[in-house]
């Protein structure tokens, strides 16, 4: 039963294309994982120019009514590819995956 699953596989799904999607896939994985890089880099770097709120500063807001304005201001400026990435900045100025 195996053989002939795999037979039949391959007969629909030859190697060659096989190969030739894993090689678009693997390119379209390093496309996205530099955009999400960029992004991140990006948005650290406007948290420190309008903020001064760095990675490895020891300054974070301590009011939320602060936290909150600096996650909005960065969803205005950066929503669309935010959303595009799956990137969502919490309100404790954590940037995660979604």
């Known amino acids: 039963m195996k053989k002939l699953i795999l037979k039949v596989w391959f007969y629909f799904f030859p190697k060659a294309i096989i190969k030739e999607v894993n090689e678009k896939l693997q390119d379209a994985v390093i496309k996205k994982s530099h955009d999400t890089g960029t992004l991140i880099r990006d948005i650290r770097q406007y948290l420190l120019e309008e903020y001064k709120v760095g990675g490895r500063s020891q300054y974070i807001p301590t009011k939320f009514k602060d936290r909150e304005t600096i996650v909005k201001n960065v969803r205005l400026q950066f929503g669309e590819r ?15 995956a979604a």
């Open 82 to 96: 935010m959303q595009a990435s799956g990137i969502i900045l919490t309100n404790n100025l954590k940037l995660k």
